[in-house]
């Protein structure tokens, strides 16, 4: 342990939140991260949801290199070359539709605020409709359309902001025969409400296609098809936060592609990178040209970087080399089977959901009452990390408690069977204990 270091972290750092490690990291590959000491751990949240080709990539790190030969960054009015290959090999292979035309940040924070700008601008209008338990970034735009958490303390959020109550078919808000039928019913009344309260100056609907902080919900396909057509009832554009979603992590090229459903806007940032800050917002020419003629601005000092445009060729060439979509859907399953194996077995695991390598599960006391089981998730997650395995969980009164398990596409059938093993012997340890300290 550097201790040292250590103690310098209490006194230089600012505490920004989330769940910090009590140790110190220092490097990572693959599916593994080490800490100072040089302790290994399995990396089943893809560092923050982002390295799907495994952390410090051959590929990420030659592409820096080139990068370096030739340029890191220029004056944002230069285009470099790198950067429309990049948007060729978007529009080319991976976006939906008419989707083609791309602008190139650095996170997903921002993204968001270009797709709200450029919705705003084109719609004339400024109403956002957005969902419970979504996450779609911290800066000001971003953070007034995210409801998961962090909205207290910071004061007046962007107005003309509404909610539709997210479709979560263990935990329904209204609830209908089927999971569709509760996930559109809770849709007609948000848009009920939305229309009495609008101004009728609509600008988006913003949707993950998988809500993954509010707990990796998949909404029902029929839902995701209401939301394009109660856009374009509105006069609004529909936007896909793609964060997490887009270049393989669900088993499919993206969200869009898996719904069936083209939005007229699509952030990408996560996975797009691999681990370094990119992201990019692309639209359709038509919307892109009406931009142009009003003048649309998203000039910041790293749009447009070369560097961060040749890790994203890499990123991409990889994923369509190794072909790691498919290989999300084949190491998506086996992993599910190994937790619906687990599911089986114990009767705290209320609900096991998600698509691809994007899994949530759902903790709770009993099956019956479903009441979640906040201790428990944490003490089995610190019992993991310790066990040297890392793994998310979401804790929210009112979402439940839920690990988010997504480990780098690479993943190999060696380490989802290390790691689940881990994952019960901590949850067994856990309930000992739990029923150790009530029995005394
Ligand atoms: N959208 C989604 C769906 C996300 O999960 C996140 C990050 N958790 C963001 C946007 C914000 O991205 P960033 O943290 O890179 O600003």
């Given at each position: 342990m550097n201790q040292s270091l250590l103690d310098a972290s209490k006194e230089y750092l600012?505490?920004?939140?989330?769940d910090v490690f009590p140790a110190l990291f220092t490097s990572a590959s693959g599916t593994i991260v080490r800490d100072s000491d040089g302790r290994e751990y399995l990396d089943f949240t893809s560092g923050q949801m982002c390295a799907t080709i495994g952390h410090n990539h051959p590929a990420i790190v030659q592409a820096v290199n080139r990068a370096g030969k030739k340029a890191?960054?220029?004056?944002?009015g230069m285009i470099p070359e790198v950067v429309v290959e990049l948007a060729q090999t978007l529009a080319r292979e991976w976006l939906p539709g008419e989707i083609k035309r791309s602008v190139f940040v650095n996170t997903g924070s921002e993204a968001t605020e270009v797709a709200l700008r450029m919705a705003k601008m084109y719609t004339g209008g400024y109403e956002i409709l957005a969902l419970g338990g979504?996450?779609?970034?911290?800066t000001a735009g971003a953070s007034s359309v995210s409801m998961a958490s962090d909205r207290k303390g910071y004061g007046v959020p962007i107005p003309g902001v509404f909610i539709i109550p997210e479709p979560n078919s263990y935990r329904p808000y209204i609830s209908g025969a089927s999971e569709e039928e509760a996930a559109l019913a809770n849709l007609e009344l948000a848009l009920k409400m939305f229309d009495m309260q609008s101004t009728g100056r609509g600008a988006a609907i913003i949707v993950e296609p998988v809500i993954s902080a509010g707990g990796v919900l998949v909404p029902p396909k029929s839902f995701m098809h209401a939301l394009r057509r109660a856009a374009n009832d509105r006069g609004m554009l529909l936007i896909f936060d793609e964060a997490q979603t887009a270049f393989g992590r669900i088993g499919a090229r993206t969200g869009s592609e898996y719904f069936d459903v083209v939005p007229d806007i699509m952030t990408m940032s996560k996975t797009l990178g691999g681990g370094l800050p990119l992201a990019a917002v692309s639209t359709t020419a038509e919307i892109e040209d009406d931009l142009f003629a009003k003048k649309f601005a998203f000039y910041t000092s790293h749009v447009s970087d070369p560097l961060m445009a040749e890790v994203g060729l890499a990123v991409l060439d990889v994923i369509r080399k190794q072909d790691l979509v498919a290989r999300a859907i084949e190491m998506g399953g086996y992993l599910r089977s190994r937790l619906d194996d687990l599911g089986q077995r114990y009767e705290v695991i209320g609900d096991i959901r998600g698509l691809g390598l994007l899994l949530g599960v759902e903790l709770v006391t009993d099956r019956a009452s479903r009441t979640p089981a906040h201790h428990l998730g944490a003490m089995t997650s610190q019992k993991c990390f310790e066990n040297g395995l890392s793994m998310n969980i979401r804790r929210r009164p009112e979402r439940g408690s839920v690990w988010r398990i997504a480990p780098p596409l690479t993943v190999s059938r060696g380490e989802i069977d290390q790691a689940v093993d881990i994952l019960e012997k901590a949850l067994r340890s856990s309930l000992d204990e739990i029923a150790a300290s009530r029995a005394s």
């Amino acid at each position: 342990m550097n201790q040292s270091l250590l103690d310098a972290s209490k006194e230089y750092l600012v505490r920004y939140g989330g769940d910090v490690f009590p140790a110190l990291f220092t490097s990572a590959s693959g599916t593994i991260v080490r800490d100072s000491d040089g302790r290994e751990y399995l990396d089943f949240t893809s560092g923050q949801m982002c390295a799907t080709i495994g952390h410090n990539h051959p590929a990420i790190v030659q592409a820096v290199n080139r990068a370096g030969k030739k340029a890191f960054h220029f004056f944002s009015g230069m285009i470099p070359e790198v950067v429309v290959e990049l948007a060729q090999t978007l529009a080319r292979e991976w976006l939906p539709g008419e989707i083609k035309r791309s602008v190139f940040v650095n996170t997903g924070s921002e993204a968001t605020e270009v797709a709200l700008r450029m919705a705003k601008m084109y719609t004339g209008g400024y109403e956002i409709l957005a969902l419970g338990g979504s996450w779609h970034g911290i800066t000001a735009g971003a953070s007034s359309v995210s409801m998961a958490s962090d909205r207290k303390g910071y004061g007046v959020p962007i107005p003309g902001v509404f909610i539709i109550p997210e479709p979560n078919s263990y935990r329904p808000y209204i609830s209908g025969a089927s999971e569709e039928e509760a996930a559109l019913a809770n849709l007609e009344l948000a848009l009920k409400m939305f229309d009495m309260q609008s101004t009728g100056r609509g600008a988006a609907i913003i949707v993950e296609p998988v809500i993954s902080a509010g707990g990796v919900l998949v909404p029902p396909k029929s839902f995701m098809h209401a939301l394009r057509r109660a856009a374009n009832d509105r006069g609004m554009l529909l936007i896909f936060d793609e964060a997490q979603t887009a270049f393989g992590r669900i088993g499919a090229r993206t969200g869009s592609e898996y719904f069936d459903v083209v939005p007229d806007i699509m952030t990408m940032s996560k996975t797009l990178g691999g681990g370094l800050p990119l992201a990019a917002v692309s639209t359709t020419a038509e919307i892109e040209d009406d931009l142009f003629a009003k003048k649309f601005a998203f000039y910041t000092s790293h749009v447009s970087d070369p560097l961060m445009a040749e890790v994203g060729l890499a990123v991409l060439d990889v994923i369509r080399k190794q072909d790691l979509v498919a290989r999300a859907i084949e190491m998506g399953g086996y992993l599910r089977s190994r937790l619906d194996d687990l599911g089986q077995r114990y009767e705290v695991i209320g609900d096991i959901r998600g698509l691809g390598l994007l899994l949530g599960v759902e903790l709770v006391t009993d099956r019956a009452s479903r009441t979640p089981a906040h201790h428990l998730g944490a003490m089995t997650s610190q019992k993991c990390f310790e066990n040297g395995l890392s793994m998310n969980i979401r804790r929210r009164p009112e979402r439940g408690s839920v690990w988010r398990i997504a480990p780098p596409l690479t993943v190999s059938r060696g380490e989802i069977d290390q790691a689940v093993d881990i994952l019960e012997k901590a949850l067994r340890s856990s309930l000992d204990e739990i029923a150790a300290s009530r029995a005394s």
